[in-house]
């Protein structure tokens, strides 16, 4: 059998220096791929047109060029944000969303098709896993939301791992793909403007830790008890609040930086007074960030709420005269169901009809 082609669009710049001296070639070539993949956005080793013919032909021998095919592309009324839905080799489907706020153009993007997690509020949780994406894949979306924002005149400032998947459960394809993004040149996402977004795997989140990546962390907080939080996130049985903390208290030790915690507003669930307070009481101690996120009703079930606006307003008013620092999260895109959480592609339900 055929070895399959590898992925030239997944290879870091030490793998392409080794490839290409393999094959006999001078080292600058790495940079010469480098800039047709990412800033150029090639599709085909064939349009390397400064590449020789030889040396095109000996690559596509070995090498192939993932790209996802985009399908369909929503904008929203107000233009804040822009869903991608992509299709992969095998027609599974994830989307992408771009994100405009101010001077900042975020991209957000899937990890993998489905999640495993059950998170019984999110869309994706509701899927399962159905698979993880591979590094080229992460970084395609990346590149393929670039190029369109390069189309209307814009440049893509910031990246969160808040799509569809836990990222932290895809470890090493998303690791790679993260360096990949890095890379000055080409996606050129410096510093600190790639956030990971995590459900609270706490062996991920230490793994990370230990990288040398230069990458923000969030964690989905999300309820100020273990029980609630147990029956929103079914991984709290394994990792609860107070390890969550640790870990984030272990984060800002290790990288200098602080970790967001993400919590979502639910009506009845996790936005009363003493959520408010034990929310406080909780991250005292631990140098984070707080993003509140009022919940993003999903179309079908109604099984989930977003407070009212009065409820909402007490519950800052209270968090804010404990003295907690937070920052509220209005969800773009809602029109388009691209806001958070409610990323979930019917594909199993769309192949049945057919
Ligand atoms: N698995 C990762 C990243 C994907 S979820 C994680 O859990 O962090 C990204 C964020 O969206 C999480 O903070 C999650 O709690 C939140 N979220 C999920 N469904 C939501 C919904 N319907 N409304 C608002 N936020 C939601």
């Given at each position: 059998m055929d070895t399959p082609l590898q992925d030239l669009?997944?290879?870091l710049p030490a793998e392409l220096d080794e490839l290409v001296s393999e094959l006999g070639?001078?080292?600058?070539r790495t940079q010469q791929i480098l800039d047709w993949l990412?800033?150029?956005?090639?599709?085909?080793?064939?349009?390397?047109?400064?590449?020789?013919k030889s040396l095109r032909s000996l690559l596509s021998e070995r090498m192939r060029i993932t790209s996802l095919l985009e399908v369909d592309r929503q904008e929203s009324a107000t233009g804040e944000a822009v869903k991608f839905l992509f299709e992969l080799p095998t027609g599974q489907r994830v989307e992408s969303v771009l994100i405009v706020d101010g001077d900042r153009r975020t991209v957000c993007l899937s990890?993998?098709?489905?999640?495993?997690?059950?998170?019984?509020?999110?869309a994706t949780g509701?899927?399962?896993?159905i698979a993880n994406l591979q590094a080229g894949q992460i970084v395609d979306q990346l590149l393929q939301v670039s190029l369109y924002a390069r189309e209307r005149g814009e440049r893509v400032t910031n990246v969160v791992m808040?799509?569809?998947?836990?990222p932290l459960l895809n470890y090493d394809q998303v690791v790679r793909a993260l360096k990949l993004m890095r890379l000055q040149e080409g996606l050129?996402?410096?510093?600190?403007k790639i956030t990971v977004s995590t459900a609270g795997y706490v062996p991920g989140i230490r793994k990370l830790v230990a990288e040398d990546l230069n990458v923000g962390l969030a964690i989905?907080?999300?309820?100020?008890?273990d029980e609630i939080r147990e029956k929103l996130m079914p991984i709290n049985r394994k990792y609860k609040i107070a390890d969550l903390l640790e870990a984030a208290r272990d984060f800002f030790d290790r990288r200098g930086y602080r970790v967001t915690f993400e919590y979502v507003l639910m009506a009845g669930?996790?936005?009363s007074d003493e959520d408010a307070l034990r929310l406080a009481k909780l991250t005292r101690d631990t140098p984070c960030k707080i993003n509140l996120i009022p919940y993003n009703e999903?179309?079908?079930?109604?099984l989930y709420r977003r407070p009212s606006r009065r409820r909402l307003d007490q519950f800052y008013r209270l968090l804010r005269d404990s003295g907690t620092e937070f920052t509220v999260r209005e969800s773009r895109g809602r029109d388009i169901d691209a806001?958070?959480?409610?990323?979930?592609?019917?594909q199993e339900k769309v192949r049945a009809a057919l």
């Open positions: 669009k997944a290879m070639q001078p080292a600058y990412y800033v150029k956005g090639v599709r085909e080793i064939a349009q390397m047109s400064n590449l020789s990890s993998q098709v489905g999640c495993p997690l059950d998170c019984k509020f999110c509701r899927m399962g896993l808040m799509g569809m998947g836990e050129g996402l410096g510093g600190r989905s907080l999300n309820a100020t008890t669930l996790t936005d999903l179309e079908e079930d109604g806001a958070c959480g409610q990323l979930y592609h019917q």
